[in-house]
């Protein structure tokens, strides 16, 4: 695996190129939209030609992020540039369809901060230590003399947040509050922010919970908790595939449960997996590695093909294979 290049290297490039697109992964969260609209952002205020794509456009929970309108659908005609951005984005096919539409870019950035990534493109800077990819475009941005407005640092904090589960997780360090603390004072009001955020669920997600919960099992003597989620359920609810993020949480909190896993019946024989642990020593990265995924040691996701009831079996049999046994 190539070694990183410096974040010197990618901010001359961000200063000498003009025309530019930047992308994160399907399936998007609140780090890869933040990331996406603080680049896009930056890059606009050096009088750049940008555009903003991911294969979902933009979720309307997010909407209120500061430059959320940039955020469009990759064009059916594919289009050139000088540089193409990936942030966030573990595996370059998890760009899915914006893949297609960039016809060339002279230069491919990736930035990122998964232990799985294995540093693809021209220019690829990994920082798994991070807990956030917004952590590394914060450190980009202040130590390369890059404005950061009352609208990147919002972008910023809500990546940072959202990959952090609001600064609880393993992850978050002194250096992690210290960039927080950072982003205040360039202008991000904390509790507005968390409430659009973490305070402002539409109802049909409390019914998709209710849902979730009524297919709730326990295994591996109780230290593993799983729900699923079938199609028809999800149709029945009218449900977004945006609602669920999140849900696998209330499962993760429960005392004594050590994984957590949430299985979501997709169309065409395809089920996404989603696991968290508590415990290091139980790698979940590992596990959906083994079904064609990645991530991180506590957070992981993949998609495999089957049934609901196949995909589940075997992914619970191998967290079970995980647990040391007496």
Known sequence: MKPNCSLQQIADALRTHQRFVVISHVRPDG?????????????KGLGKNVSVWNEDGMLDKL?????????????????????????DTAVKSRAGTCLKSVAHADLW???????TNDHYGDLAYIDPNAPATGQILFELFHHHQFPVTPAIADNLFVAISTDTGSF?????????????SELVRAGVNV??????LYQSHPRRRL???????????????DRVASFSLPQQTAHDLGVLPEDNEGLIDYIRAVEG????????????????ISLRSKDPSIDVSKICSSFGGGGHTLA????????????????????????PHH
């Open 168 to 180: 609880q997780y393993s992850n978050t360090t002194a250096r992690t509050f210290e960039i927080a």
């Open 31 to 43: 780090d890869a939209f933040g990331c996406e609209l603080a680049m896009a952002l930056c890059l």
């Open 63 to 87: 909407r209120f992020l500061p430059g959320s309108d940039l955020v469009q659908k990759p064009p059916a005609l594919p289009e050139s540039f000088d540089v193409a951005i990936l942030l």
């Open 300 to 323: 992981a996701g993949a998609r495999a093909n089957g049934s609901l009831a196949e995909v589940e079996e075997n992914v619970l049999s191998a967290i079970a294979h995980e647990f």
């Open 109 to 115: 950035i990736n930035i990122d901060h998964h232990v």
């Open 257 to 272: 449960v050590v994984v957590a896993a949430f299985f979501e019946e997709l169309p065409d024989q395809l089920v996404r």
């Open 191 to 196: 509790s507005d922010l968390s409430q659009k």
């Open 207 to 221: 019914e998709l919970l209710r849902a979730v919960l009524n297919r709730l099992r326990f295994t591996s003597a």
